[in-house]
C-alpha cells in the first residue's frame, strides 16, 4: 500500500503528464487577504485567477495545499474530521470543463490508486429554481458512461435524503448540498463571490461493517451524505462557473474547474480503512502518545485523535509563523494547545509531552523541510504554551473549589465562566464535581452549549466588518496600503536591523497593520525615524516596477521572501526605486498590485505600536 508521500507524488506526476504546472502549497495565513484567517481550501489562494486573472503558471495548474479549518476544531474525534489537512488540487481557468475533469479524477481513481469503482458513489447538483441555475444533468451523463465504461450500473436517484440509496450510484441533492463557494450556500454568498455546483466523489467502506446500525442514525436512512461513518467523501470537483451580483447570479467570464482531493480521506479509502487516524501522517504520533501514557489508541479513540490532529495543526501553525496569543489566528494556535493538554489528562499524563510532537511532525512531512529546520523553535513554544495552561488548570481547580462551595451545585453559567476565564473545560468541571460529589444541574451540558452559542454569536456580531474589505477588492486605498507595506518593511530593517522579518500583514480600507520579528518595544525615536523614513521615500515619488523572474535569481539578486517555499519557480518581483537592478529601496517577491509611484500613496502616519507575541511586535499604520 503507497504512503502519503507517494499519494502526493503520484496525484502531482498525473496531472503534470496532462500538462498541469505544478505550484507550491499556499501560506496556512493568506498573504494580504483580510478577509478570513486561514487558508481553508485549494482554491482560496487561487480566487482572483477564477475570476479571470491571467496565472503566471497558465491555465492549467496543480498542487497540494495546506489547510486548516478552525471551524472543525470540535468535530475532531470521529473517524474523519481534522482541522489540518491537504487538499489536492487541480484547476482549470478557463480551459478543459466538466468532460475532461470527471473522467481524468475517475481515471485517476481507479486506474492510478486502484480503487474498487463499485465502491465509488457520486452526488450531484439537484437544482435551485429560485436562483435560475438548472440541475446538472450534464455530470449526471458524463458519470453514467464513466461507470458503464467499467461495467458498473449507474442508478440515478433523488430524495437519498428522505428516501435512503435506493440502489443508487448517482445522487441529486437539491439545495446547497452540492453548491459550492468560501462562503457555502448561495444564500450566504456576499457580491462579488465566485461559486458553484459541484459533484461529490464518495467511498464506501461496507454495508457490512455495520457503522449505519450503530450510529446515532441508525432510525433513518442510509445515504453517502449519511453522517454514520461508511461513506467517506474523497474528491469533490466544482464547476466554478457563476458570480454572486446585486442582481444575482450571472455566469463568469471563463468556465472554471476547482477540484479539490482530501489527501488524508484518498489514503484511508486505498487502505480500505474508515479511520483516517491510522495512515502514517498520524501513526508516529499516535505510537509516541502510547508510549508516554501507557494506553491503547484502540480503547481510548477519541483522547489519541483529538491530541494527534491538534498538535499536527498546531506545528504546521506555528511553522507558517503563528503563535499562541489571545487574538486572531493565534487565538487558535493556544486553543488547539489546550484542547491537547487537557486530553493528555484524560490519558494521565501529567507532565508535559508537547515539544517531542513537533519534531515528530518534520519528519512526518519531508515535502515542507521548513517544519523539521524550525523544531526546536516550535518545541519551546508548545513546551512554554503547555506549561502556562497547566498552571491555568492548577487556578481553575482553585477557582472551582471556591466557587462550586458558593453555588452548592455545578451549573451550566458556572461551567462557561470557568471555562471562559480559566480556560477550564466542561468536561473538567463535571469531573471534578462528580470526584467531590458536588450535584450537577439536570441541563448543565445544555445550558452550557447554549451560553457558548449565545456568547459565539455576541462575539462574530462584534466582529462584524473586522476583516471586512481588504486588498481582495484591489480598491485604491487598499492597494496604496500594499505598497506602503513594503515601504514600512524596509524602514523597519534600516532602522532597527536586518533582523526584522515580517510575520503577517492585515490591510483594509482605513489601515495597515503589520507583525515583525523584534525583540523589544520601539521607542518614540525608532518610530518617528520609521515615519520620516516611509514619507521621504513617498515624498521621492519613486517608480514602483514589476519583474517577472526565477525565483532563485531573483533572491540571488537580493529580494526578500519570507516563507519563500510557497512561491512557484517563475515569480512577480516588485522593485522600490530609481533603478530596479542598482538603485532601490525595497525589493520582494510579492503578487501585487502596487502603485505606479510611491509619490500616489500620500503621507503616513505609525498611530500604534504593541506585542503581538513573544519576540513578534504589532503597529498601525494610516494614510494621512
Known amino acids: 500500500m503507497i504512503n502519503s508521500s507517494q499519494l502526493r507524488r503520484q496525484y502531482l506526476d498525473f496531472f503534470a503528464n496532462l500538462n498541469h504546472a505544478i505550484i507550491p502549497s499556499s501560506p496556512l495565513v493568506p498573504e494580504n487577504d483580510p478577509t478570513t484567517l486561514f487558508t481553508s481550501s485549494g482554491m482560496q489562494p487561487i480566487v482572483p485567477y477564477l475570476l479571470g486573472a491571467k496565472h503566471p503558471q497558465g491555465k492549467r495548474i496543480a498542487n497540494s495545499q495546506k489547510c486548516f479549518r478552525s471551524q472543525d476544531i470540535e468535530e475532531v474525534g470521529d473517524n474523519r474530521h481534522t482541522t489540518f489537512f491537504e487538499m489536492l488540487g487541480n484547476w482549470s481557468l478557463g480551459d478543459y470543463f466538466k468532460e475532461e475533469q470527471l473522467k481524468w479524477i475517475f481515471e485517476f481513481l481507479v486506474d492510478e490508486l486502484k480503487l474498487d469503482p463499485a465502491k465509488l458513489y457520486v452526488t450531484v447538483y439537484g437544482g435551485d429554481q429560485s436562483l435560475g441555475i438548472p440541475r446538472d444533468d450534464q455530470a449526471t451523463e458524463l458519470w453514467q458512461k464513466l461507470f458503464a465504461s467499467r461495467d458498473v450500473e449507474a442508478k440515478v436517484v433523488e430524495q437519498a435524503q428522505e428516501k435512503g440509496l435506493q440502489n443508487g450510484r448517482i445522487f441529486f441533492y437539491e439545495g446547497a448540498t452540492n453548491w459550492w463557494s468560501r462562503a457555502g450556500q448561495p444564500a450566504n454568498m456576499p457580491i462579488g463571490e465566485p461559486g458553484g455546483p459541484d459533484s461529490e466523489i464518495f467511498y464506501d467502506f461496507g454495508e457490512e461493517r455495520g457503522f449505519h446500525k450503530q450510529s446515532v442514525f441508525a432510525d433513518q436512512p442510509c445515504h453517502v451524505n449519511c453522517d454514520c461513518g461508511r461513506f467517506l467523501e474523497i474528491g469533490n470537483s466544482v464547476f466554478m462557473q457563476y458570480l454572486k451580483t446585486e442582481q444575482g447570479f450571472e455566469p463568469l467570464p471563463q468556465l472554471n474547474i476547482d477540484f479539490g482531493g482530501g489527501l488524508e480521506r484518498m489514503l484511508a479509502a486505498i487502505h480500505n480503512e474508515p479511520d483516517v487516524f491510522k495512515i502514517d501522517l498520524f501513526l508516529p504520533i499516535i505510537e509516541y502518545l502510547e508510549e508516554i501514557s501507557g494506553k491503547k489508541y484502540q480503547e481510548n479513540t477519541t483522547a489519541f485523535r483529538v491530541i494527534a490532529d491538534h498538535m499536527r495543526a498546531a506545528v504546521m501553525l506555528i511553522a507558517d509563523g503563528v503563535l499562541p496569543d489571545n487574538k486572531d489566528q493565534g487565538y487558535f494556535v493556544r486553543r488547539l494547545i489546550r484542547r491537547s493538554v487537557r486530553y493528555g489528562r484524560q490519558l494521565n499524563i501529567t507532565q508535559p509531552f508537547l515539544k517531542k ?268
Not at 527 to 555: R, Y
Not at 579 to 584: A, S
Open 357 to 624: 510532537i513537533a519534531e515528530l511532525v518534520g519528519k512526518i512531512y519531508p515535502e515542507y523541510p521548513h517544519v523539521l529546520l524550525k523544531a526546536d523553535t516550535i518545541g519551546q513554544a508548545l513546551h512554554h504554551e503547555e506549561q502556562k495552561f497547566l498552571q491555568t488548570l492548577v487556578r481553575g481547580l482553585q477557582e472551582f473549589e471556591k466557587q462550586i462551595i458558593i453555588e452548592k451545585e455545578l451549573t451550566g453559567q458556572l461551567a462557561f465562566t470557568l471555562y471562559e476565564t480559566y480556560g477550564f473545560p466542561l468536561e473538567l468541571s463535571i469531573e471534578e464535581a462528580e470526584h467531590k460529589n458536588f450535584p450537577l444541574s439536570a441541563k448543565i451540558k445544555e445550558d452550557f452549549q447554549n451560553i457558548k452559542t449565545q456568547h459565539a454569536e455576541e462575539s462574530r456580531t462584534a466582529s462584524t466588518g473586522m476583516f471586512k474589505g481588504g486588498l481582495a477588492d484591489h480598491s485604491e486605498v487598499t492597494i496604496k496600503y500594499h505598497t506602503a507595506t513594503h515601504l514600512l518593511h524596509s524602514a523597519l530593517r534600516k532602522i532597527l536591523g536586518n533582523h526584522v522579518e515580517q510575520k503577517g500583514s492585515n490591510i483594509n480600507g482605513e489601515r495597515l497593520r503589520f507583525d515583525f520579528t523584534h525583540h523589544q518595544a520601539l521607542t518614540e525615536q525608532e518610530k518617528q525615524q520609521v515615519e520620516q523614513q516611509i514619507n521621504e521615500w513617498i515624498g521621492a515619488d519613486l517608480p514602483v516596477t514589476k519583474q517577472v523572474m526565477n525565483k532563485n535569481e531573483a533572491l540571488e539578486k537580493g529580494a526578500l521572501a519570507f516563507f519563500a517555499e510557497k512561491y512557484p519557480d517563475e515569480v512577480n518581483v516588485y522593485t522600490i526605486g530609481l533603478d530596479p537592478q542598482n538603485d532601490w529601496i525595497s525589493k520582494e517577491l510579492c503578487g501585487g498590485p502596487h502603485v505606479v509611484n510611491t509619490g500616489e500613496i500620500g503621507r503616513v502616519k505609525i498611530v500604534k505600536e504593541k506585542s503581538a507575541a513573544a519576540g513578534v511586535r504589532r503597529l498601525y499604520l494610516q494614510l494621512t
